[in-house]
Nanobody
Framework: QVQLVESGGGLVQVGGSLRLSCTAP????????MGWYRQAPAKQRELVAL???????DYADSVKGRFTISRDDAKNTVYLQMDSLKPEDTAVYYC??????????????WGQGTQVTVSL
């Protein structure tokens, strides 16, 4: 069984910062594209950021300049550093992994999510 494990969610004030972590099995982490999705109540799931096994990254327009995705190969961990948080960032955040050979838009493995709430 493949398990992606997210952590780091919580409650923060507007303008605050939070760092999410996602750990994957080495065989997955070393060969898959890693990404972060989020889903707010009554909204569709949206891709926030991704990073390949190289150094290629991509971000949703809504988070560019505020969020940073990074990978630590030694720890099989991908991070999402979130700065200048806004109320509209409130959502459940999901870690996901995609085989490079998969069709675009298809993500093969998912975590169970971690809640991020931005208040005040």
């Amino acid at each position: 069984q493949v398990q992606l494990v997210e952590s780091g969610g919580g409650l923060v004030q507007v303008g605050g910062s939070l760092r999410l972590s996602c750990t994957a099995p080495r065989t997955i982490f070393s060969a898959y594209v890693m990404g972060w999705y989020r889903q707010a109540p009554a909204k569709q799931r949206e891709l926030v950021a991704l990073q390949t096994t190289g150094s290629i990254t991509d971000y949703a327009d809504s988070v560019k300049g505020r969020f940073t995705i990074s990978r630590d190969d030694a720890k099989n961990t991908v991070y999402l550093q979130m700065d200048s948080l806004k109320p509209e960032d409130t959502a459940v955040y999901y870690c996901a992994a995609r085989r490079p050979s998969s069709a675009w838009g298809i993500w093969n493995y998912w975590g169970q999510g971690t809640q991020v709430t931005v208040s005040l």
